[in-house]
T-cell receptor, first 112, second 114 residues
Framework: GDSVTQMEGPVTLSEEAFLTINCTYT??????LFWYVQYPGEGLQLLLK?????DKGSNKGFEATYRKETTSFHLEKGSVQVSDSAVYFC???????????FGTGTRLTIIP | EAGVTQSPTHLIKTRGQQATLRCSPI?????VYWYQQALGLGLQFLLW???????NRGNFPPRFSGRQFPNYSSELNVNALELEDSALYLC?????????????FGSGTRLTVV
């Protein structure tokens, strides 16, 4: 079945550091890929998405590129801020499966 | 446009009691999904409702049940509460094409079983 694997957390970075959170997936066909963010005490918010190979999703300085050849969708940001501290979830949706499959989440903490 | 709304925000129940959680999807969304998030991480799929019917359920015991009303709002019921049911319960709704739009989540109901 479909699955998503995220890098283990927690991740702690200094402000203005470069961020990469790895995400790889297992799925047949061509799934859509998503990154969600969960701030403390809140529900999940859609951060960005990509619906086909080589698409790049971007939002709020975050980017992720759909790499079919490596089945990956790594999240990157060039310069993180304290306000980026949150839990990040990678997810996929495969054709014919009417729900999202989530990774386990990666907790990110940015220290000033 | 109002987002996905969940009520109550917090709920404290005693072991063995029943809990009822409510969700109103975004206007025009017909599908509602319920997830359990225990220990602050990891979302476990509970239930999916569409057009008033239960379409899929996750690996949870039958004491987790729910329904969807004609206005597409939904209710999650948890009977015979156990301590390990303490979690954040998230509701989400979607347009027809999850592949293009994903879900929109509510802020959740924090259920504490004592």
């Amino acid at each position: 079945g479909d699955s998503v694997t995220q890098m283990e957390g927690p991740v702690t970075l200094s402000e203005e550091a470069f961020l990469t959170i790895n995400c790889t997936y297992t799925a047949t066909g061509y799934p859509s890929l998503f990154w969600y963010v969960q701030y403390p005490g809140e529900g999940l918010q859609l951060l960005l998405k990509a619906t086909k190979a080589d698409d790049k999703g971007s939002n709020k300085g975050f980017e992720a590129t759909y790499r079919k050849e490596t089945t990956s969708f790594h999240l990157e940001k060039g310069s993180v801020q304290v306000s980026d501290s949150a839990v990040y979830f990678c997810a996929l949706n495969n054709f014919g499966n009417e729900k999202l499959t989530f990774g386990t989440g990666t907790r990110l903490t940015i220290i000033p | 446009e109002a987002g996905v709304t969940q009520s109550p925000t917090h709920l404290i129940k005693t072991r063995g009691q029943q809990a009822t959680l409510r969700c109103s999807p975004i206007s025009g969304h017909t599908s509602v999904y319920w997830y359990q998030q225990a220990l602050g991480l990891g979302l476990q799929f509970l239930l999916w409702y569409d057009e008033g019917e239960e379409r899929n359920r996750g690996n949870f015991p039958p004491r987790f049940s729910g329904r969807q009303f004609p206005n597409y709002s939904s209710e999650l019921n948890v009977n015979a509460l156990e301590l390990e049911d303490s979690a954040l319960y998230l509701c989400a709704s979607s347009l027809d094409s999850i592949a293009n739009y994903g879900y929109t989540f509510g802020s959740g109901t924090r259920l504490t079983v004592v």
